[in-house]
């Protein structure tokens, strides 16, 4: 069963590995809120490498990175999306899980 992960917050190195470790390829993941700072951090660089390699999908909510001043080059991993966006995909995952 495929699960939709919604982080909202900053996470560290060793939750987000956990993150990924505990997912499985059928899964997405959407970062909101404070959860995109996540994009600027080494080691999401390294594990969304891995989550591409899977055939996971990354989802950033545009508007939460463009408030926060993440800069657009570390969008080149990910799809951005809104929030009508955000809804369908929540529709569309039998289950979903906010981190």
């Given amino acids: 069963m495929a699960i939709l992960h919604i982080i909202a ?7 987000l590995s956990i993150l990924v470790e505990r997912g499985s390829q059928n ?4 970062f909101i ?19 591409i ?3 996971r ?5 545009a508007k939460h990175a463009i408030e926060r001043g993440i800069p657009q080059n570390n969008f080149s991993e990910v ?8 809804v369908r995909l929540t ?3 039998s ?5």
């Fill in 95 to 99: 289950s979903s899980i906010s981190w």
């Fill in 27 to 30: 899964d997405a993941y959407i």
């Fill in 79 to 86: 799809t951005l999306i809104n929030m009508a966006d955000m």
């Fill in 33 to 51: 809120d404070d959860g995109v700072y996540v994009l600027l951090s080494q080691r999401f660089k390294a594990l969304n490498a891995s989550i």
């Fill in 53 to 55: 390699k899977e055939d």
């Fill in 57 to 61: 999908r990354v989802y950033v909510m």
């Fill in 91 to 93: 529709s569309s995952y």
């Fill in 9 to 15: 917050k900053h996470m560290g190195q060793d939750a």
